[in-house]
């Protein structure tokens, strides 16, 4: 078996092209697949290989103070759901252009798994407000499954957002709105975003729908979880679905 892990982490990284260039280096010595990206504001990460090698590749890694507390998201496959290791340096790690939305000047406020699937059974969060999911993904990942009743927005690109969303903000003001994605790192920039546009009560799903699944399984959520590697979209125990690696 294969072991997949997902993570990202906003930090500050002040020399990008020496941190991918060791990345890479470390990354092809353990026989690593997948993809890399590093920016000025972190690092996000999609690999796989053998669970040995990536343990101890990820083990290096957080040896390294700015990843000392790296969360990762674990999965498995039959076979390594990546034809390559690709590692770049960009901007940003998840393209979104709002510089009122940068979480190395503070993160969004965050509610966990548990306290979510708890605010999902009751109806409401712990202070009687109406809880609005908000799917920061785009419609072809939606297309897989999404939490039931969550608000979908017809975005191809997380730079859409603000724009698809900029008219609801008022109607959104008295509702605890919790923005998730794939593994938080569109919701964590999409709450910081909200709030600072007239939605008070933003919070993020910490470690998105991959660390819901993870968590508490699929309660509340309908379908698959779209991923970015030929597994396609795996399920609520994190299996592939469809038929993929």
Request: net charge negative; with cysteine; glycine share 10%.
């Amino acid at each position: 078996m294969i072991l997949n892990i997902a993570a990202y982490r906003f930090v500050a990284i002040n020399d990008p092209p020496e941190l991918a260039a060791s990345i890479r280096g470390s990354a092809i010595a353990s026989g690593l697949l997948g993809s890399v990206l590093v920016a000025g504001e972190g690092l996000n990460l999609f690999l796989a290989g053998r669970a040995e090698a990536l343990e101890s590749w990820l083990q290096g890694l957080c040896r390294d103070p700015r990843f000392a507390e790296l969360p990762v998201k674990r999965s498995w496959s039959a076979q390594a759901p990546f034809a390559q290791l690709k590692v770049k340096c960009k901007p940003e790690i998840i393209a979104f252009r709002q510089p009122q939305a940068e979480p190395l000047a503070g993160r969004a406020p965050a509610v966990s798994p548990d306290t979510l699937s708890r605010w999902l059974a009751q109806g409401h969060d712990d202070s009687g407000r109406r809880v609005v999911l908000l799917d920061a993904r785009n419609r072809e990942e939606v297309a897989h499954g999404a939490f039931s009743g969550a608000l979908r927005l017809p975005i191809d690109n997380f730079t859409d957002l603000p724009a698809a969303i900029g008219e609801l903000c008022e109607r959104l003001a008295d509702a605890t709105v919790v923005s998730y994605c794939t593994g938080g790192i569109r919701c964590e920039k999409a709450a910081l975003w909200l709030r600072e546009n007239g939605v008070p009560h933003a919070v993020q799903l910490d470690g998105g729908i991959l660390g819901y699944f993870e968590a508490v399984g699929g309660f509340g959520y309908e379908g698959a979880c779209f991923v970015f590697d030929e597994r396609v979209a795996v399920d609520s125990r994190l299996r592939p679905v469809d038929g993929g690696a």
